[in-house]
């Protein structure tokens, strides 16, 4: 195990002994005290030593401790140099941290922000106008004077972190739920801390690795994986804010990377660039699928045409995400990876009962990584998390003789759109507030760009004409724009079950 391994280990003491210390702020520190000089983050705009990134942070920290007595700190920024030490700052504050996803239009945002009991959000002004239809007050930092805070930062002393629990929520991020109504998912220190050391020494990463980060950070994956592990480790991220696959192809051979994690529909798109070369990708190292599921399309076109071997991760937003992982090393064709090290795997029946080696079942996890529950909805959590600590995931999978985990499948009607969780019912309530629609159900079809995307079957109510593209843009008013149904079919009639239920399966029938 290399000494970057054994610091990060180290660090783990807090962990184990219940003392009241921060873990994510503890773990910065390590690195802020070993890399001083080394590249932290860097974006179009700037560059960050870990040094000049833990001034901003305190920075931070000063404005946040100033302008604000609420718990929560709501933090609405894309994939950039400015994120990770906000979020840090935010933490270092004692506040908990939550990551507001921008795709949103105001009417969406507006529960979360309330949801949340959010008092203040940190934004750029580029979200001018949607922060500005929120709840709550705002703070851009194009108004902040960073540059003279950091200035006083550096001849004052390095303020001590926060007396918080390791099991103290640290993030919470919020996802679809089967309504309309947002779920906050509370993440804890030690849940988004042990996920990114067990990551670490599952994927062997080091401080040498550059890192591409061209996932948002209101999304766990790119939270975990392209923000805290970086940070953990004190290895180099490169931000992109908004994906353009000839521009990060550019990126990637000009910076060097050697460690990319992105969803598939990423992946394909970056396939699909005439102009990429196999010589733009000769830095990389390794390259983690995840968010979605990988087609073999894309897998086998990224061997074939670039000589990259796309290996595949599964995690929720519920267990911090990591559940399983492959690696250069631990890898096989058609799975997701062997699990991290603490995390347990069930697959078990409709019944509860496990079932044997090969056979496919609903995955139960166990481990570190699991939330704490989501916020304000106990009732909620109960229904995921059992007595005995297994979260229920509602995904169809099994394990092979090795212990390597295939996903075969989705328990829930959960769709996933460029690696987004959007619930049909979501949609459909959305389209059921059309005072001519009488019905409505949603099901997922495959799209190449976005992995999947909704289609809409929709019944009108009687004597009424609907039309689909007047439908759209109704939807469009309530839903962001990656929510929107590609198609609506407008039927007489759908198929139904004998309590007159929508049999969805069936929906696809009608296709064609």
């Not at 401080?207 to 939270?223: C, D, E, S, T, Y």
């Not at 990224?302 to 890898?331: C, K, N």
């Amino acid at each position: 195990m290399d000494n970057g391994i054994v610091r990060i280990y180290a660090s783990c003491d807090c962990l184990l002994d219940g003392s009241v210390r921060t873990v994510l702020v503890n773990a910065f520190l390590e690195t802020y005290r070993g890399s001083a000089g080394a590249r932290a983050v860097a974006d179009q705009s700037r560059s960050l030593t870990y040094k000049q990134f833990g001034l901003f942070a305190m920075g931070i920290r000063t404005v946040v401790d100033r302008d604000t007595r609420g718990e929560r700190v709501g933090i609405m920024l894309p994939a950039s140099s400015v994120f990770p030490p906000v979020l840090l700052g935010v933490l270092w504050s004692s506040k908990i941290a939550v990551p507001l996803n921008f795709l949103l239009n105001e009417q969406e945002l507006s529960p979360i922000v309330r949801d949340a009991d959010l008092d203040l959000i940190i934004t750029v002004r580029h979200f001018e106008k949607l922060a500005a239809a929120l709840p709550t007050r705002v703070i851009f930092l194009e108004d902040i004077p960073l540059k003279r805070m950091i200035l006083t930062s550096m001849l004052r002393r390095t303020p001590p972190p926060p007396e918080v629990h390791p099991d103290d929520t640290a993030v919470i991020l919020y996802t679809s739920g089967t309504t309309a109504q947002p779920k906050g998912v509370e993440l804890t220190q030690n849940n988004l801390y042990t996920n990114c050391v067990d990551s670490i020494a599952s994927l062997n990463l080091d401080a040498k690795h550059r890192i591409l980060n061209i996932l948002p950070p209101f999304h766990v994956f790119g939270l975990t994986a392209n923000v805290l592990m970086p940070i953990v480790l004190g290895a180099s991220v490169y931000a992109i804010a908004r994906f353009n696959p000839a521009g990060v192809i550019k990126t990637i051979a000009k910076e060097r990377i050697s460690v990319i994690m992105a969803i598939p529909s990423m992946y394909g798109a970056l396939l699909r660039t005439k102009s990429a070369r196999r010589e733009d990708f000769e830095s990389f190292e390794l390259a983690i699928s995840g968010g979605e599921p990988l087609p073999d399309s894309v897998r086998e076109g990224f061997a074939d045409r670039f000589g990259i071997t796309l290996r595949q991760g599964y995690g929720l937003t519920e267990t911090s995400p990591v559940v399983a992982v492959s690696s250069v090393a631990v890898f096989r064709d058609g799975t997701v990876g062997k699990p991290l090290k603490e995390v347990s795997i069930r697959i078990v029946s409709e019944t509860g009962d496990d079932l044997p080696t090969g056979h496919d079942g609903e995955i139960l996890v166990k481990g570190p990584g699991v939330m704490k529950g989501y916020y304000k909805k106990p009732e909620e959590t109960e229904k995921v998390i059992d007595s005995d600590g297994w979260f229920h995931t509602g995904d169809v999978g099994h394990l092979d003789q090795d212990g390597f985990l295939a996903i075969t499948g989705r328990a829930k009607e959960m769709l996933i759109i460029g690696g987004e969780n959007v619930f049909p019912r979501e949609i459909e309530a959305v389209l059921e507030t059309h005072p001519e629609v009488l019905q409505a159900a949603v099901i997922g079809i495959p799209d190449a760009s976005r992995g999947e995307v909704p289609v809409a079957f929709v019944i009108p109510r009687h004597g009424c004409a609907l039309d689909e593209q007047e439908l759209r843009s109704y939807a469009r008013r309530s839903l962001a724009g990656f929510k929107v149904p590609k198609q609506i079919h407008i039927r007489e009639d759908l198929p139904t079950g004998p309590t007159g239920k929508i049999l969805k399966r069936r929906l696809h029938d009608l296709l064609g």
